[in-house]
């Protein structure tokens, strides 16, 4: 069965500081990789997409991909308090049309 | 990014009645939206895959006679939660893709409440 791990928190960063967020996955024919932000009560937003090995930057976001260790991993710096929230991770296998997502990290940013 | 809408964001209904929650696409075409189900502090649960013009896909445990799915147009999708139980309380979100990148946008999401 194919599955995506996050550690479920809660990561508490001081303000200002870099937040680092991970995720492995189970099958080594994924293709896509995300990650998608969502506030309590709200539903997920897409901040992030990565589909080869390396580094992907973006305002103060950064996602890290290596697929020969099948991880992904998520860069914030200098954390805001409204970077709280939590960071789902989510994959799209090769051949396969449907998006698995992790059970999600909770950040808090501290003021 | 592309537009989902979602309605309503919130209902209350008695046991037994059913609910319509209407998934839109506002700017694109979406031959295929996708239903998830949130228990407070759990994942995203994928329920089923929505098909223009055909019959939807549920995911192994969800009961297609008790959610139904209707995906008339390439811009709306609709579920019903048939004989709605107060297990049935969840948040409802619909997703749809706007090509083959994987990206998925969101609804607002559906708070339901079975009293």
């Known amino acids: 069965q194919k599955e995506v791990e996050q550690n479920s928190g809660p990561l508490s960063v001081p303000e200002g500081a870099i937040a680092s967020l991970n995720c492995t996955y189970s099958d080594r024919g994924s293709q896509s990789f995300f990650w998608y932000r969502q506030y309590s009560g709200k539903s997920p937003e897409l901040i992030m997409s990565i589909y080869s090995n390396g580094d992907k930057e973006d305002g103060r976001f950064t996602a890290q991909l290596n697929k020969a260790s099948q991880y992904v991993s998520l860069l914030i710096r200098d954390s805001q308090p409204s970077d709280s929230a939590t960071y789902l991770c989510a994959v799209t296998y090769t051949g396969g049309f449907k998006t698995i997502f992790g059970a999600g990290t909770r950040l808090f940013v501290k003021a | 990014g592309a537009v989902v809408s979602q309605h309503p964001s919130w209902v209350i209904c008695k046991s037994g009645t059913s609910v319509k929650i209407e998934c839109r696409s506002l700017?694109?075409?979406?031959?295929?939206m996708f239903w998830y189900r949130q228990f407070p502090k759990q994942s995203l649960m994928l329920m089923a895959t929505?098909?223009?013009?055909?019959?939807?896909?549920?995911e192994q445990g969800v009961e297609k006679d008790k959610f139904l799915i209707n995906h008339a147009s390439l811009t709306l999708s609709t579920l019903t939660v048939t004989s709605a139980h107060p297990e049935d309380s969840s948040f409802y979100i619909c997703?749809?893709?706007?090509?083959?990148?994987?990206?998925?946008?969101f609804g607002e999401g559906s708070r339901l409440t079975v009293l």
């Open positions: 997703s749809a893709r706007t090509g083959n990148t994987g990206e998925l946008f």
């Open positions: 929505s098909n223009e013009g055909s019959k939807a896909t549920y």
């Open positions: 700017d694109f075409q979406a031959t295929t």
